[in-house]
């Protein structure tokens, strides 16, 4: 059965067991699946790839039926699906599930799509396209997230934010979330530092440079810094980046310390680790500990406050912490 998105509201997602998600706009997706979905299940909602079922599949049936006497309901969310699964989400069909629900999420599907065409032609599954956002509900989204925090900003300034969006909210989400970050001691924002923030080849730069410091593979390390010219402006951003993936490192090891399996800890992870990054995360849970990360943190917090103080001192403040942070272990 076809939904429009903006019909979902009107099923019962109590009645239905399968639902298909697919299209380009992954923000939509998430909104849907957060107000639907997620207060409903709260603490029963497991999260998988594709990739990891077809390569434990006998696991992910042995999960997925087996029922705990204090666990009524499960949500199990699939992401980047493709015809792949099609036999997997065909026989846990044949197996009329009750207390199972099952949310598939895919990119674009072709009207050829196997799965696509499951779930649009079977009434007793729903399946949703997701297209683009238009430029009046991104426009609503930023102008509402500057008036919250209380900041002027240009019509220009509101249109270069939603561009770079490309019609997805989620991309709109995660840029304002650069803005927010950056806005953490300042009262206004101008169009150089938004072009700036939202550079998003600049950026991957940045993020490279982070997660290769805290994977503490020197000798890339310097290549990187080498290849770079860093202006004053850049280090507040990358110091930024680093605070935020060393949030992110705290949490995925206290979830270790409960769960023990990394590999699902990663799979499971929110928001999203993609599967290119993994081996750099894994390596980067190896280097630090949880004491060493909350050093890190500490020294990440000192570092800012002395690229505050002395701004004409800034690159080369940020370098030395770099330098320091990402020195081999075994050196």
């Not at 700036?196 to 390390?221: G, H, Q, R, Y």
Request: with cysteine; hydrophobic share 40%.
């Amino acid at each position: 059965m076809i939904l429009k998105s903006f019909e979902f509201k009107k099923i019962n997602t109590n009645n239905f067991n399968f639902y298909l998600f697919y299209g380009e706009n992954n923000g939509l997706k998430k909104d849907l699946i957060s107000s639907n979905f997620e207060k409903s299940f709260e603490e029963k909602i497991y999260k998988y790839e594709e990739n990891f079922i077809l390569q434990n599949e006998k696991n992910f049936f042995d999960e997925v039926l087996t029922n705990s006497f204090f666990e009524d309901k499960k949500l199990i969310i699939i992401s980047e699906t493709t015809n792949k699964i099609l036999n997997i989400i065909e026989e846990l069909i044949q197996r009329n599930l009750e207390d199972i629900f099952i949310i598939l999420i895919s990119d674009k599907l072709d009207k050829k799509s196997k799965l696509r065409s499951l779930f649009e032609k079977d009434k007793n599954l729903i399946c949703v396209p997701f297209y683009s956002d238009n430029y009046q509900s991104l426009f609503y989204m930023a102008n509402n997230f500057f008036k919250k925090l209380n900041i002027s900003v240009s019509q220009q300034i509101l249109n270069i934010l939603i561009n770079r969006a490309n019609g997805d909210r989620q991309s709109l989400k995660n840029e304002m979330m650069k803005i927010e970050n950056y806005l953490k001691d300042k009262k206004k924002i101008n169009l150089n530092e938004v072009l700036k923030l939202t550079n998003l080849n600049e950026n991957d730069n940045f993020s490279e440079l982070v997660d290769i410091c805290l994977a503490k593979n020197e000798k890339k390390l310097i290549n990187i810094i080498n290849e770079n010219n860093f202006s004053n402006e850049d280090t507040i951003l990358i110091i930024r980046i680093f605070l935020s993936k060393t949030k992110r490192l705290i949490k995925i090891n206290d979830e270790i310390s409960q769960n023990k399996n990394l590999d699902k800890v990663l799979t499971t992870f929110k928001p999203p680790i993609f599967w290119k990054d993994k081996d750099l995360v894994k390596q980067q849970i190896k280097n630090y500990s949880k004491e060493n990360l909350e050093l890190l943190m500490h020294s990440i917090n000192k570092t800012e406050l002395l690229i505050k103080k002395n701004y004409n001192n800034a690159i080369n403040i940020l370098l030395d912490f770099i330098l320091d942070q990402g020195k081999e272990i075994n050196n």
